[in-house]
């Protein structure tokens, strides 16, 4: 952090970023918790129910996740976060005033969690989208080490707190505390500086189609790239098989509290803030492209004590190899998203940041899905295991490619031809 000229905390409105995010992550975990735990105890929904649900809270990734990026490229970037947080943030609310009417269903749960993750997507793609522009590209690591450590001290608060408030208060005013969570976030948002434009204002508007292509060509047809988005791919979709039927295994065949389920998922964030605190170093020591093929071979292959997660000792076991999984994606947020945002010119970082969170939360709804149809057809167990085989295999892609042989961050691509007309508008 005291890294001057080059610590990304010199500028205010990082700052502020890292502030109102760190809102914004407590309520979308509380919410992680909450929700799917609502829908099991109080609903009485089952494994395909609560696969389902888990589908659609990223399935807005996979409806409108590519066009997002052309949005962005064209909006605000500070008048999207807000927006994203303030819908979230009534979504939510929506949830305890059902249940203290007595009204509250599951097909309102699933509306929640479907335009939820509309928000999300705008939020996800525009914070990503706006950091090169407020901290400038000589900053990228060290301001991704602060916002995935930032997501990891947020899935251990916010998971941990979502559990324990369900276990104290019930799920809908934890539900609530995520809202008021998110409106916090929203407010704090307003103080980002208004002289951010958005990078990619043309004099010519082109069609929706041609933007969106020239994001996904940027992305499947570099190797680097192509490798780093198959990779967390793979992963998103393991983990997520897993994830989606643990809130039936934890409380109704392990007949564990709500704590136990939002300790278990918090093991996960204390790897991620693990895995950020090593990347910068890690990557002075092997190289840039080195320590992502070899965090993959070091840390993937814990995740297949997850399939042995069980009573007792078990437990720990699986905990353990969560924690250690989720160090290696520690380590991908930081290298792997400075990486992509070091390669991609500034008018197709929304499209960029699109078809990378189409492909990786798209993953989570597949598999959220497919882990509530195993689920449901095989039992939660083989839906465990399925998804553990996943997530321990999903570094081949990376450490397969020509990411592996990075010592340092290549030189940023040149803009594409219609960039001259955005140069203009950041000058």
């Given at each position: 952090?005291?890294?001057?000229?080059?610590?990304?905390?010199?500028?205010?409105?990082?700052?502020?970023?890292?502030?109102?995010?760190?809102?914004?992550h407590l309520?979308?975990?509380v919410?992680?918790?909450?929700?799917?735990?609502?829908?099991?105890?109080?609903?009485?929904?089952?494994?395909?129910?609560?696969?389902?649900?888990?589908?659609?809270?990223?399935?807005?990734?996979?409806?409108?996740?590519?066009p997002?990026?052309?949005?962005?490229?064209?909006?605000?970037?500070?008048?999207?976060?807000?927006?994203?947080?303030?819908a979230?943030?009534?979504?939510?609310?929506?949830?305890?005033?059902?249940?203290?009417?007595?009204?509250?269903?599951?097909?309102?749960?699933?509306?929640?969690?479907?335009?939820?993750?509309?928000?999300?997507?705008?939020?996800?793609?525009?914070?990503q989208?706006?950091l090169p522009?407020?901290?400038?590209?000589?900053?990228?690591?060290?301001?991704?080490?602060?916002?995935?450590?930032?997501m990891?001290?947020?899935?251990?608060?916010?998971?941990g707190?979502?559990g324990?408030?369900?276990?104290?208060?019930?799920?809908p005013l934890?539900?609530?505390?995520g809202?008021?969570?998110?409106l916090?976030?929203?407010?704090?948002?307003?103080?980002?500086?208004?002289?951010?434009a958005?990078?990619?204002?043309?004099?010519?508007r082109?069609?929706l189609?041609?933007?969106?292509?020239?994001?996904?060509?940027?992305?499947?047809?570099?190797?680097?790239?192509?490798?780093?988005?198959?990779t967390?791919?793979?992963?998103?979709?393991?983990?997520?098989?897993?994830?989606?039927?643990?809130?039936?295994?934890f409380?109704?065949?392990?007949?564990l509290?709500?704590?136990?389920?939002?300790?278990?998922?918090?093991a996960?964030?204390?790897?991620?803030?693990?895995?950020?605190?090593?990347?910068?170093?890690l990557?002075?020591?092997?190289?840039?492209?080195?320590?992502?093929?070899?965090?993959?071979?070091?840390?993937?292959?814990?995740?297949?004590?997850?399939?042995?997660?069980g009573?007792?000792?078990?437990?720990?076991?699986?905990?353990?190899?969560?924690?250690?999984?989720?160090?290696?994606?520690?380590?991908?947020?930081?290298?792997?998203?400075a990486?992509?945002?070091?390669?991609?010119?500034?008018?197709?970082?929304?499209?960029?940041?699109?078809?990378f969170?189409?492909?990786?939360?798209?993953?989570?709804?597949?598999?959220?899905?497919?882990?509530?149809?195993?689920g449901e057809?095989?039992?939660?167990?083989?839906?465990?295991?399925?998804?553990?085989?996943?997530?321990?295999?999903?570094?081949?892609?990376?450490?397969c490619?020509?990411?592996?042989?990075?010592?340092?961050?290549?030189?940023?691509?040149?803009?594409?031809?219609?960039?001259?007309?955005?140069r203009?508008?950041e000058?």
């Amino acid at each position: 952090m005291n890294e001057a000229p080059h610590s990304p905390w010199r500028l205010r409105d990082f700052r502020v970023l890292f502030a109102a995010g760190a809102l914004s992550h407590l309520g979308s975990n509380v919410g992680y918790v909450a929700i799917p735990l609502l829908a099991v105890t109080t609903l009485d929904a089952g494994p395909g129910q609560a696969g389902a649900l888990a589908a659609l809270s990223t399935a807005a990734f996979l409806l409108i996740g590519l066009p997002a990026g052309a949005w962005v490229d064209r909006l605000p970037g500070r008048r999207v976060l807000v927006a994203a947080d303030a819908a979230r943030a009534a979504l939510y609310a929506s949830i305890p005033v059902a249940w203290w009417l007595d009204v509250l269903s599951l097909p309102q749960l699933y509306a929640v969690v479907l335009l939820t993750g509309c928000a999300t997507v705008f939020f996800d793609v525009g914070s990503q989208s706006v950091l090169p522009e407020l901290v400038g590209r000589e900053r990228l690591v060290p301001a991704n080490v602060a916002l995935v450590s930032l997501m990891a001290g947020a899935n251990i608060a916010g998971r941990g707190a979502g559990g324990l408030l369900v276990q104290l208060f019930t799920a809908p005013l934890a539900i609530l505390g995520g809202a008021v969570a998110y409106l916090a976030s929203a407010a704090g948002l307003t103080g980002i500086g208004r002289r951010h434009a958005p990078a990619a204002v043309r004099a010519d508007r082109r069609r929706l189609r041609t933007e969106i292509a020239e994001g996904l060509r940027h992305v499947l047809g570099s190797r680097e790239l192509r490798a780093l988005a198959l990779t967390a791919t793979l992963a998103n979709l393991g983990a997520q098989m897993i994830n989606a039927v643990l809130p039936v295994l934890f409380t109704r065949e392990l007949r564990l509290p709500a704590g136990a389920l939002g300790t278990y998922w918090a093991a996960g964030g204390l790897g991620l803030l693990v895995g950020a605190g090593l990347a910068r170093r890690l990557a002075a020591r092997f190289g840039h492209g080195r320590t992502l093929g070899l965090a993959g071979l070091w840390c993937a292959p814990a995740a297949l004590a997850i399939g042995l997660v069980g009573d007792g000792p078990w437990l720990w076991v699986a905990g353990a190899g969560w924690l250690v999984a989720m160090t290696k994606t520690g380590i991908d947020n930081v290298l792997g998203v400075a990486l992509r945002q070091h390669v991609t010119p500034d008018p197709l970082l929304g499209r960029m940041n699109a078809t990378f969170r189409f492909l990786l939360t798209g993953a989570l709804a597949v598999g959220s899905a497919l882990g509530g149809l195993v689920g449901e057809t095989a039992g939660v167990r083989v839906a465990v295991w399925a998804g553990a085989i996943c997530l321990a295999g999903a570094f081949l892609p990376v450490f397969c490619s020509p990411v592996r042989t990075l010592r340092e961050l290549p030189v940023a691509a040149a803009p594409p031809r219609q960039a001259p007309a955005a140069r203009v508008t950041e000058a």
